[in-house]
């Protein structure tokens, strides 16, 4: 299984991304996703998941209110739309796939990653 995040790039403070991961290799339906980044000097953050059959997601305090994951299983693909960004947002944004049921919270517990798409959001 591969993932490729894109989407990333640079934004002005308030403004909006969304991210996509596109899976290849295997189907996701029967994958649990989500979303971790990275900030400069700091440990890796988990931002959201969603179960396999998107009937239940969970958020990180951090985005709850300002972010979306979504995903298109016909099109082997996981979104994550980002609103009212803010500079200290700024990281390298990982997806990754796991299939453990339910909705993994820790990095340990996805057993694929994406490379990282670089977020970078101005003042």
């Known amino acids: 299984v591969q993932l490729q995040a894109s989407g990333g790039g640079l934004v002005q403070g308030g403004g909006s991304l969304r991210l996509s991961c596109a899976v290849s290799g295997r189907t996701i339906n029967n994958y649990a996703v989500g979303w971790f980044r990275r900030a400069p000097g700091k440990e890796r953050e988990f931002l959201a998941s969603?179960?396999?059959?998107?009937?239940?997601?969970y958020y990180g305090d951090s985005v709850l209110g300002r972010s979306t994951i979504s995903r298109d299983n016909a099109k082997n693909t996981v979104y994550l739309q980002m609103n009212s960004l803010k500079p200290e947002v700024t990281a390298v944004y990982y997806c990754?796939?796991?299939?453990?049921?339910?909705?993994?919270?820790?990095?340990?517990?996805?057993?694929?990653w994406g490379q990282g798409t670089l977020v970078t959001v101005s003042s």
């Open positions: 990754a796939a796991t299939f453990y049921t339910g909705l993994p919270l820790r990095a340990y517990e996805y057993h694929y």
């Open positions: 969603m179960t396999w059959n998107g009937d239940r997601t």
